[in-house]
């Protein structure tokens, strides 16, 4: 037997690893931490593009590129070209024809002559009335019906592309195929307006008629989509050109229909396809302003690709609510920038997809949020950076790889007992297993074989970080700091003191307990007041709650309290601070004080009310002050509370 390996063409490769977007959510997480929410953080992920992954565009560079093919089809040429070739067919025809007429001196060639300089000045007119003439110069006739030619390849271009080339050589039989083509298409859509369209049908129209529809439709809604937007730029080209073009061109397309007995079929084809699309910009003007003249067709096309571009820009801006990826329309993507483009797109697509599939994205009401398993990669980032800033050895801190929950191992065991967290001695719980069932036979385990190591006991710490979510942080620039600073201390304490119990408190006009997963697309509020009052009042129920823990409170914040809890539980709010407020909050300080608890306040502000404040806080409750950039913020928090957690 001979065997072949190659690469597996039967969908997705199974035997291929998760799609790794650990590097993607990293690269949003440095906009969530500077303050970003989830949905603002992807959207510029997606608009970036991400890094070492296949040189993949984002949707700014394809965007760009959109924007340049606009440009270059606003400079293509202008719309009136088929109006200028016309005239410029009839004005040789003409001319062919007097020459042929001024040699004769007859009475009837002076009466032609007459019947010429008689023409309307509009070349629709003149062409009308030249449809009659029984031209003397063969040259003359030749070249007229070559006009002729131009104008029925150029009309139906208009309509259905590539037409052109169908119509190429002038064959009595073709026309009447395209009318018998255009009667079936006008057919089958009231078929569907009736509810009696089938894909069998459409099947059987593609086989006879296919050769016609360079573009492929599967079924009569791309079919549709062709053709109405086509036809929509058809009627862009008539609203863009002067009222005197537009009703030469007008005037040239009727005739040109009539003529071919394609009148009747093209208005109930055009009156099918507005009632199907009326959402495409039928009469939109648009302007070129290329210097190289257009025939029909082309502008047609340009004013068709031009549209697609409209659209494509908007789509790829992504700056509306509710954007997503999937609002981008892959074919035009294809028409419009090529493969490589899709390839790009699909690629953003599938970063998006697995950011939600493998459980760090999730939308909740519409509303794009990270996942707890997200922030937490988030907190241990913020924390990284922490470590990162602080001095080599400084103060021995560094990541712990190995937390657990316990204290240093003393080397002795004993029993395990329900609820311990303790690491199992597996040696001596093997050997217990051993000892019961005798040497030489299978070991199997029971309850009473498991043995723990027993540790040192380590004191537990109930932590408070309370942050200032007022909107004075956001004008003064320290709210990023602010969030990546809580980030990084509840990363640290689940990771490296995972005994303890912290709770972050947010305060503006009033406090809130904010949870794990809220931290990372949480956004200062837009209100007044700065309620430290009601903070202390949250932290002070977490620390009695847990009466044998250590209290760690860490207070940040960048001005003085302007805001109160009332007795009805509502929020007072006065600047300057009234003297009721700072009593109010001063008492909660006391309290802190008789619980133990030292405060420690980080300032990010040199207001000397401030200053006055904070000072009189550490004089009652023992506590330090710290006044610390916004860029460091996160480095004198997390070293505080490692100096305050070896001290305890």
Same mark, same amino acid.
């Not at 959510?25 to 603002?40: F, I, K, R, S, Y």
């Not at 297993?433 to 005798?438: C, F, K, L």
């Given at each position: 037997?001979?065997?072949r ?6 969908? $997705?490769?199974?035997?291929?690893p998760?799609? *790794? ?17 989830? /949905?603002?953080?992807l959207? +510029? ?6 890094p070492?992954a ?6 700014? #560079? ?10 270059? !089809?606003?400079?293509?040429?202008r ?12 004005d040789?025809?003409? &001319?062919?024809?007097?020459?042929e007429?001024?040699?004769?001196p ?13 023409? $309307? ?7 009308q009335?030249?449809?009659?003439y029984?031209w ?20 139906l +271009? ?12 002038? @064959? ?9 083509m ?12 009736? &509810? ?15 050769d016609?529809?360079?573009?492929a ?5 791309e ?21 005197? =073009?537009?009703?030469?061109l007008?005037?040239?397309i ?8 394609l ?8 009156e ?7 959402d ?15 025939e029909? &067709?082309? /502008? ?11 659209q494509?820009?908007?789509a790829l801006? =992504? ?9 981008? +329309? ?11 483009a899709? #390839?790009?797109l ?9 950011l ?18 997200a ?16 001095d ?25 007992r329900?609820? #311990?967290?303790q690491?199992?001695?597996?040696v001596r719980?093997?050997?217990n ?6 040497a030489?036979?299978?070991?199997t ?8 190591a027993e540790t040192?006991?380590r004191?537990?710490a ?6 200032? !979510? ?16 809580a980030?990084?201390? =509840?990363?640290?304490?689940?990771s490296?003191f $995972? =005994? ?19 931290l990372?697309g949480?956004?200062w #509020? ?15 129920r ?5 009466p ?7 207070v940040?914040?960048d001005?003085?309290?302007t805001?109160?809890?009332r007795?009805?539980?509502s /929020? ?6 009234t ?8 008492a ?14 980080f300032? !990010?502000?040199? @207001?000397?009310?401030?200053? +006055? ?11 330090r ?8 913020l996160?480095?004198y928090?997390?070293? *505080?509370?490692?100096?305050t957690?070896?001290?305890?």
């Open positions: 037997m001979s065997y390996y190659g690469e597996y063409r039967e969908g $997705p490769d199974p035997l291929a998760p799609y *790794d977007v650990r590097s993607a959510l990293d690269q949003m997480g440095d906009a969530v931490l500077a303050g970003a929410n989830p /949905a603002h953080a959207r +510029d992920l997606l608009k970036q593009g991400l070492g296949g040189d993949r565009r984002g949707l700014d #560079d394809l965007l760009r590129e959109v924007r340049r093919r606009r440009r270059e !089809l606003r400079e293509r040429g719309l009136d070209g088929t109006l200028e070739r016309a005239r410029a067919l009839l040789k025809a003409i &001319g062919q024809e007097r020459a007429l001024f040699p004769d007859s009475d009837e060639a002076r009466l032609r002559e007459a019947e010429l300089d008689g023409l $309307p000045s509009d070349t629709a007119s003149a062409i009335e030249l449809s009659d029984q003397r110069s063969g040259a003359a006739r030749q070249t007229f019906e070559e006009l002729r030619d131009l104008l029925r390849r150029e009309v +271009d208009s309509q259905f592309r590539g037409m052109r080339e169908a119509l190429a050589n002038p @064959d009595p039989a073709a026309m009447e195929r395209v009318g018998q255009m009667s079936a298409l006008n057919d089958m859509l009231d078929r569907d307006a009736r &509810g009696e369209h089938t894909q069998e049908d459409f099947d059987a129209f593609m086989s006879k008629y296919g016609m529809f360079p573009e439709p599967r079924n009569l809604e079919l549709v989509d062709i053709l109405a937007r086509r036809a929509a730029a058809t009627q862009r080209l008539m609203a863009s050109l002067t009222p005197r =073009q537009r009703e030469e007008n005037q040239l009727n005739q040109t229909l009539d003529q071919a007995g009148g009747e079929q093209m208005r109930r084809l055009g099918s396809l507005y009632s199907r699309r009326p495409l910009a039928w009469n939109t003007p648009e302007r070129l302003s290329g210097e190289e003249p257009l029909m &067709g082309d /502008a047609v096309s340009a004013l068709e690709e031009l549209a697609d571009l409209t494509l820009e908007a801006r =992504q700056d509306y609510p509710g954007a997503r990826l999937d609002d981008i +329309d892959e074919a035009a993507i294809r028409r419009a920038l090529g493969r490589s899709v #390839d790009d699909d690629a953003l697509r599938r970063i998006e997809r697995e939600e599939r493998q459980g760090y994205l999730r939308r909740q009401r519409g509303k794009l949020e990270l996942t707890p398993k922030v937490r990669r988030l907190g241990e980032t913020a924390l990284r950076r922490v470590f990162a800033s602080l080599s050895g400084r103060r021995g801190d560094h990541d712990q790889v190995d937390a657990g929950a316990a204290g240093e191992l003393t080397g002795s065991s004993r029993p395990w329900f609820g #311990d967290e690491p199992i001695d597996v719980t093997v050997v297993g051993v000892r019961r069932g005798g030489g036979g299978t070991v385990l029971t309850v009473d074989d498991f043995e723990v040192e006991r004191t537990a109930a932590v408070c970080l309370l942050v200032d !979510l007022s909107y004075s942080m956001a004008l003064r620039g320290t709210w990023a700091a602010a969030k990546q600073t980030m990084a201390l =509840q990363a640290l304490v689940a490296k $995972p =005994q303890d119990s912290v709770q972050i408190i947010g305060f503006s006009n009033y406090a809130r307990v904010l949870q794990p997963d809220e990372a949480l956004e #509020d837009m209100v007044q007041g700065t309620n430290l009052h009601h903070a202390l009042l949250i932290a002070g977490h620390l009695d709650r847990h044998d823990f250590e209290p760690v409170v860490l940040v914040t001005g003085e309290p805001a109160h809890l007795r009805n539980g /929020a007072a709010f006065e600047w300057p601070p003297r009721e407020t700072l009593d109010l909050t001063l909660e300080v006391d309290k802190m004080t008789r619980r133990r608890a030292t405060l420690n306040v300032m !990010l502000a040199d @207001d000397e009310r401030l200053k +006055d404040f904070v000072n009189e806080v550490a004089r009652r409750n023992g506590g002050v710290f006044s610390s950039s916004a860029d460091r996160g480095e928090v997390v070293s *505080d509370f490692l100096r957690r070896r001290n305890r």
